[in-house]
């Protein structure tokens, strides 16, 4: 009797999932959504996908809507820590108010080792009379205690090495500069991504289009030189949109000392699309690698990466693919072992999932007829489950992949459906 009332709840049970909108039917719009007809072996369609879970996140830290969220970042202390229009909010992973920090124009978020938060936004500044709105990074502690303290604001032009035997007062163009991410090295260094309109090789400055490396202290200790700032190749920053290291929750007792990174390009020089004309890179998002020298740190393009994208038998998509994203404005890793990168471009309006060799996919189920990732890619323009209005923020934590849907006033979240099982 205890056996038939265990199969008749597992009965049930399968029947409310195979009806719950939550997760999606493998039969219905959700599904012609996510998938691009043709680009799915057969016989995998329903097997692997990105499936919604409900609820997506719509509330603050203040207990009001979400304004524009433009970043979504799960930290190492387990908090959801998202941007928008009116500042920092501070979420449970229930999606429940923790605390909120207001600030102006926040338009990325990420924590470090020590649980610092790094938020890249904009500050005015009073010099000599006239004020001058500028890029910042504010670095702070103790919000996830709701006890937050400022301890550092990195500003631009006044933290930039090249500016100290130069001109330091602000030029015209510097409130046309922008940080557009921050990335965590091990040892709690961090790089910033920066684009701006002087790129000029002969100006006495150094180029806006460039990621800069800072201390945990803020120092600042380079600019990347090897990156082109106007000539779009395999080792280039055009309008930097974000960076990224492999260097995630959840926290270990030692990281890769690995210096490694990869860089989202955009054709917009403000970091977004027009109406009408659109362009784009050869290649926006790239893999840089940073090889010990002799004579120091050399950064080289990923040779490997590139090298499987020439391979027709790999897989139906690539990270080097010719043409892939239009404009790519944000970066995430899976730091749990599956290694998968995830590349969010707003312009499509789509979330791109790529293996860790750069192949777009994830890996086949087991018992599958082929051992070719299987393409899990999803998106298009719009306010339905798998569909985005101008995203800019992405982020994975515990299998699941949070979005900042920016156009739709949400943070959505997402799962594998082999995952569940």
Known sequence: MRSLRSLLLLLIVAAVLAGCDAFGSKDDATTDEIFEEGRTPPGL???????????????????????NPQDVYVGYDELIYVVDDRGLHVLDLAGRPASFLPLDDATSVIQDRRLHLYITARRDTTLSGQTW?????????????????????????????????????PLPTDEEVAFTGVAVLANNAVYVSRRGPVNDPTSVILPHNTVMEFTPEGLNTQSILALSPTRPSL??????????????????????DAKDFFITQSPYPDGSAPSGMRDSLRFATLSIRAVETPDGIVYRPDTQRLQVSADPDAGAGFLYEEFKFENPVDLAFAADGTNYLYVLDAAKDSLFVFTNSGVEGVAPPPGATSNQPVPVSFGGQGDGAAQFSNPHGVTYFDRIVYVADTGNDRVSRFRLNTDFE
């Open 45 to 67: 369609i329903s097997e692997v996908e990105y499936v919604p879970l409900s609820p997506f996140f719509r509330t603050g830290g203040d207990s009001a809507p979400l304004e």
């Open 133 to 169: 709105n500028l890029p910042v990074v504010y670095r702070y502690s103790g919000v996830s205690t709701g006890t937050p303290v400022l301890e550092d604001i990195i500003w631009h032009p006044f933290d930039d090495d090249s500016r100290r035997f130069n001109r330091p007062d």
């Open 235 to 256: 080792r280039s920053a055009i309008n930097p949109t974000d960076v990224l290291t492999i260097i995630q929750p959840p926290q270990r007792a030692s990281f890769t």
